[in-house]
């Protein structure tokens, strides 16, 4: 029987698998880990935790599943050197930093590839092996035939979800609340913003979030699966405790069947085949092993939270909560919420919520200082505050009275705001802008053969097609036969059936490529190219990294979008890399269909149509973009980002998918000038765009 991996977030998990024979339980510290949220151990509470485990005969696999920067990645080591600490049986890693150096300084303990790394295909499989990976923890989104095609063709142990959270991205490569919040999945700090409510048409609900994976009546087919994974950090102990005791009882029939491992289609895998509806989660504090200054908490009656209480104040019916208002999203603001308590025509208490879910109760002391309070309205309160802090602020008044406009506040406990304001709202980078920035040269990125002719002569761009899908094979001969190695080629992010992509690997000898994941350069190693490019996908966070990128020859790296202008030039150096200019970004890569709210009869004949799904909750325009074998959603509103200096080693990005050929060539003229920047923000398309997070520092 295939080795059964129990979810652990607190101690109650810890003895939910004891007590249920779990085979092995993976869980991290309070860093370093992609469920930040999750309460997690601290480093003392880990050693035990291991010793524990161990006595009855289970494992403990450590999560250090986020992309890592130098400096973290010496702290794991010296962590993990301590004399005290005791050393878990593998660790479950997404960075390929870390992963060379854990095996440098810990070589006797396994690696898994965590989920996060996104294998989905033989070549990901292949590189594992090549980088000496013990076990490979696969994409959610594989169909049975899939994972059995990779189960035969490698000797590393193989992982599978079957049951828990199934996200609407593919692992790794959602940038839904980075783009928009600075909360990155890579990171920890995912704000769940697929969470949100939608609408499409008439349809209004929690349009995109995908119902939790059920795949234990699928079990006993599961042969050669070395081990079988329980998502649920976050989830109830009890919950854990039934799903154990299903297993081991063979009881596997009752529950709702879901999962892609059922199929693609929305009749077997039953993902999508209702509109489904589901709040944020929240966690009784009950519950919690630990909390911090930052958490917020609110008192739950009839399902719904009444007012907003401090950790001494909290009862049976107090909750640890995630941000959830509602209200009127600005993309150039740094976005927070204020909820507040009015007793007596007095603001006696403020809930403070920034745009990464962090937030404060602020309140006096019960013996308030005998100072004169100030009289306010509260819209216009909010303004002021607004306009003093250039925020923008979500106001949300529980215990609500028909008259806001004589209120009350003491001045201390609107010091005590202004400075949590204050101290909350990102600087942006410290760097000289200059203003007279002239572009020497732009890549344009696209995926239309008639923009392709329309730049080809032009000595200021360079090119990118974007194959964007292995079956598009006719449009790539149309394009590779007319403009041979004066281009740049992009390859697909995605092929779950990767063996096809060797004819096109071999078509392209000789000239400019673009990689888009790791596994792509492996298999491509004896293959000359005319020049290699890393896209952001691919994009290095730490030297190690970008070391073993080098050694595949590498001379040009696309910086990730979710780190900071600054924090890039320091990964970088001399070398030489691509910031991306503007465009729209694809928020999420995922396998879901949505031909249930669309209504799409064929999906060779939807893809070219827009499908527009609106935000509710931020008020803001996403559509959904169609390729044949998965799914885009974007912001209908571009990125624009205003560099502040550039040197010869730096290049700009422009990705053009979704606009005209018209708006295009209005683009790239303007983009020849100086001042690019103030000149594109009084064109019609880019007027309202944004900047993403690149220039954003955190204190």
């Known amino acids: ?317 107090t909750f640890y909560i995630y941000s959830q208002y509602t209200g009127q999203y600005k993309l150039n603001s740094f976005n927070i919420s204020l909820d507040f308590l009015i007793e007596k025509s007095e603001i006696t208490k403020i809930t403070f919520v920034d745009d990464q879910g962090k937030g404060k109760v602020l309140a006096l002391p019960k013996k308030k200082p005998l100072t004169k309070a100030i009289k306010v309205e509260l819209d216009t309160f909010v303004s002021q505050l607004e306009s003093k802090y250039q925020v923008n602020i979500f106001k949300i008044s529980y215990k609500k009275q028909t008259d806001t406009k004589g209120l009350f506040i003491l001045p201390e406990l609107l010091n005590k705001l202004e400075k949590t304001i204050r101290a909350s709202i990102p600087s942006k980078e410290n760097l000289p802008l200059k203003r007279n920035l002239k572009i020497q040269k732009i890549f344009l990125e696209t995926t239309k053969i008639e923009v392709l002719e329309h730049f080809i002569n032009d000595p200021r761009v360079e090119l990118v097609f974007n194959i964007s899908s292995i079956k598009k094979q006719e449009l790539f001969e149309q394009v590779i036969t007319k403009f041979g190695d004066l281009i740049f080629y992009k390859l697909p992010l995605f092929n779950f059936e990767s063996e096809s992509l060797a004819p096109i690997y071999q078509e392209l000898k000789d000239k400019k490529v673009i990689f888009t994941r790791f596994s792509q350069l492996e298999s491509t190693k004896d293959i000359p190219f005319k020049e290699k490019m890393a896209d952001y996908t691919i994009a290095p966070w730490n030297h190690i990294t970008l070391k073993e990128l080098k050694k595949y020859g590498i001379s040009l790296f696309t910086a990730s979008p979710e780190v900071s202008f600054a924090q890039n030039l320091k990964i970088f150096k001399n070398e030489k890399v691509q910031f991306i200019l503007g465009g729209r970004l694809p928020f999420v890569y995922t396998r879901q269909c949505y031909k249930h709210l669309f209504k799409c009869k064929e999906c060779s004949l939807n893809q070219p149509k827009t499908k527009i799904i609106k935000n509710i909750d931020k008020n803001l325009t996403f559509y959904v973009s169609c390729e044949p074998d998965y799914r885009m959603i974007l912001l209908d509103t571009p990125i624009l980002n205003n560099y502040p200096e550039l040197n010869k080693n730096h290049s700009l990005r422009y990705i053009s998918n979704g606009f005209s050929l018209k708006e295009i060539i209005q683009t790239i003229d303007t983009l020849k000038k100086q001042n690019y920047f103030e000149e594109l923000k009084k064109s019609e398309t880019w007027e309202n765009s944004y900047e993403c997070n690149l220039f954003r520092k955190r204190k």
């Open 1 to 317: 029987m295939s080795e059964i991996l129990a979810p652990a977030g607190t101690y109650r998990h810890i003895r939910t698998a004891i007590e249920n024979n779990a085979d092995a339980v993976y869980g991290g510290v309070k860093c370093w880990n992609a469920r930040g949220r999750t309460m997690n151990f601290t480093k003392r509470e880990l050693n035990s935790v291991i010793k524990e485990l161990h006595e009855h005969n289970i494992k403990f696999f450590l999560t250090l599943n986020i992309l890592l920067f130098d400096k973290e990645l010496d702290k794991i080591i010296s962590f993990l050197k301590h004399p005290d600490t005791v050393l878990p049986d593998a660790f479950i890693v997404t960075d390929l930093g870390l992963i060379k150096y854990l095996q440098k300084h810990f070589p006797n303990i396994p690696i898994h590839l965590s989920t996060q790394f996104g294998i989905h295909s033989v070549e990901d499989v292949k590189f594992a092996e090549k980088i000496k990976a013990s076990r490979v923890i696969l994409a959610r989104e594989l169909v049975w035939e899939e994972i059995k095609r990779l189960r035969k063709t490698t000797k590393l142990e193989v992982e599978c979800f079957i049951f828990g959270s199934q996200c609407v991205s593919f692992s790794g490569l959602c940038y839904f609340s980075s783009f928009l919040n600075s909360g990155s999945g890579n990171r920890g700090t995912c704000l769940i913003t697929c969470r949100d409510r939608y609408s499409v048409g008439s349809n209004l609900g929690t349009l995109l979030y995908t119902p939790d994976l059920n795949c234990l009546k699928f079990l006993p087919k599961m042969e050669g699966i070395d081990c079988v994974k329980i998502e649920g950090r976050r989830r109830d102990p009890v919950e854990i405790q039934q799903i154990l005791y299903k297993i081991h009882t063979n009881s596997l029939d009752t529950g709702h069947q879901t999962g892609f491992i059922y199929g693609k289609d929305l009749d077997k895998n039953c993902l999508y085949c209702k509109i489904h509806h589901r709040q944020k989660p929240i966690c009784k504090i009950s519950e919690l092993s630990y909390t911090d200054k930052f958490d917020v908490f609110a008192n739950f009656f009839d399902g719904k939270a009444q007012n907003f209480v401090s950790l001494p104040q909290a009862t049976k019916n």
